[in-house]
């Protein structure tokens, strides 16, 4: 009997999209207003869900509480009014898109789990943006 428990997060963050190696027009191009120099701010939120197997002793799959600290942990202290693209070391060369973040938040977090459990994380840029990622 597999169930899914989800926990969501938040937090704020800067950052600006644009490759080193294009010229600012090329960056203009494709990334708009995200290729602002002076950086720009999200107010992320975030799904973490988890799926296994109800344990039979503790009834849990996973308990909310060490996810919670692992989120804390792992991302809120990580990322939460910083500079992703200055203060975050994964973004040193990588471009902080939604589509990048959430695969670094699944890596960071798949690392401390249990390897049994299932990961899936949900990032919401604004409202109506958000992206998904489950490791493959
Ligand atoms: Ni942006």
């Known amino acids: 009997m597999k169930v899914t428990v989800s926990r969501k997060a938040h937090f704020?963050?800067?950052h600006r999209l644009y490759r080193p190696d294009w010229s600012f027009e090329q960056n203009d191009a494709v990334f708009g207003k995200c290729n602002n120099p002076n950086f720009h701010g999200h107010n992320y939120d975030l799904t973490v869900s988890v799926t296994g197997e109800i344990d039979?002793?503790?009834g849990y799959v996973v308990d909310v509480k060490i996810l919670k600290d692992f989120i804390k942990s792992e991302i809120e202290d990580a990322f939460d009014h910083k500079n992703l693209n200055v203060d975050v070391p994964e973004f040193?060369?990588?471009n902080p898109t939604a589509e990048n973040i959430v695969v670094v938040i699944y890596d960071k977090l798949k690392a401390?789990?249990?390897s049994h459990?299932?990961?899936?994380v949900t990032l919401y840029e604004t409202p109506r943006n958000f992206v998904t990622y489950s490791g493959s």
């Open 92 to 94: 040193k060369n990588l």
């Open 56 to 58: 039979p002793e503790t």
């Open 12 to 14: 704020n963050a800067a």
């Open 117 to 120: 459990l299932v990961l899936e």
């Open 112 to 114: 401390v789990l249990d």
